[in-house]
């Protein structure tokens, strides 16, 4: 049975689902989920992430994870993780450029946080000859060694929940089944109190909000933000995430599914398409702060990039391969400008006191 019919009969005999089910269901059930069974990246896959735009991106981050490294006293031990490394293409082009820093390398411990098979697989293959270890959950990766976490496009898969202000009040979307027998989003009543605790819940003097607001959530987001920051703070480093999202609360519906390289309706194909929202920044930070980390200043992907020096870099590289010049200032601009990456997708570090991470000011 294909994964939409087992939900629609699931919804018939359980009633409506909330989002953040439909979303879990859709990614990761065992048997038809998007990841569990046909995760598709790059120019021929569902969508394409910074790594696959430019090896610049995942270079500057590679540096980026040395001069953590360096900031930190150069310990003798340092685990680095990528969480959801995808096809491997990041680590890749991560342990290429840090070869520079020197010790780096050797005290380098390499883990990717995985859950699918299929992309571990592609990772095995990219990553041939490299020692990597490989871990389920960021939480099963030893702290014993400080920690140096890069995360693209990762936390934009976790799991939301959604409302809708009414003249009625603030009513929960939920994910039922419409007369036609077909997938449709329908709303139940919930109280405003519990909505309110949302985290991206506009904080604006208490207004009321307009009428068909779109409020978000993601419980699954706070609990992780809980995690990052129990980690860092206890065996010391920095997490880099690097997504698309939110760097103030605010409403809105972010929704989205991806299949092909073109945006369909988040019910249309479920398990076959990937499905994501836009990350609410300030909600992840505070819940990693109240576990006592650190969290640096958000700042846009381009802003970030062009700390840690991707023009000088995109010059380099265009010097040395004048035939390329043009494709690489493409490159350039799918990662900076402003109607593109640069301002869409955010920069955000949390990390252990004393610890200014490269390409941040000083910690809230």
């Known amino acids: 049975m294909k994964l939409r019919e087992r939900l629609i009969a699931a919804i018939a005999e359980g ?105 571990r697989a592609s990772q095995e293959t990219a990553l041939a000859g490299t020692q990597v270890r490989w871990a389920k959950s960021l939480a099963a990766v030893p702290t014993d060694a400080p920690l140096i976490v890069l995360a693209n496009e990762f936390l934009d898969c976790l799991p939301i929940d959604q409302a809708v202000f009414t003249a009625e009040g603030w009513m929960e979307r939920r994910v039922g089944v419409d007369a036609g027998g077909r997938l449709g989003f329908s709303f139940l009543r919930r109280a405003a109190g519990e909505v309110a605790g949302g985290f991206c819940v506009p904080r604006d003097g208490g207004g009321v909000p307009p009428l068909g607001a779109m409020l978000e959530w993601s419980d699954d987001l706070v609990a992780f933000g809980q995690t990052v920051g129990d980690l860092i703070a206890r065996a010391g480093g920095g997490a880099l995430f690097i997504d698309y999202g939110r760097d103030a609360p605010g409403y809105g519906d972010t929704l989205q ?54 023009e000088t870099r995109a010059a380099a590289l265009a010097s040395a391969r004048p035939d390329r010049a043009e494709v690489i200032g493409r490159q350039l601009a799918r990662l900076i400008a402003l109607d593109q990456m640069g301002a869409l997708f955010k920069a955000a570090c949390v990390h252990s006191p004393g610890l200014i991470p490269p390409g941040f000011a000083a910690a809230q």
């Open 15 to 119: 009633g409506p689902m909330s989002v953040a089910d439909y979303m879990t269901a859709c990614l990761h059930d065992p048997g038809g989920g998007y990841y569990a069974t046909r995760p598709s990246l790059g120019a021929d896959g569902d969508f394409i992430t910074a790594p696959h735009v430019s090896q610049m991106f995942g270079e500057l981050l590679g540096l980026w994870a040395a001069d953590v490294w360096d900031r930190l006293g150069c310990p003798p031990r340092v685990r680095l993780v990528e969480l959801g490394p995808g096809d491997g293409t990041m680590m890749t082009d991560v342990l290429r450029a840090a070869e520079a820093a020197p010790g780096f390398a050797a005290a380098g411990e390499v883990w990717l946080v995985e859950a699918s098979a299929p992309l």
């Open 257 to 310: 599914a991806l299949r092909g390289h073109r945006k369909e309706g988040p019910l249309a194909h479920p398990g076959e398409a990937d499905l994501t929202a836009h990350v609410d920044f300030p909600a992840f930070l505070a819940a990693a702060r109240q576990s006592g980390a650190l969290a640096a200043p958000i700042r846009s992907q381009g802003d970030f990039l062009r700390a840690l020096g991707v």
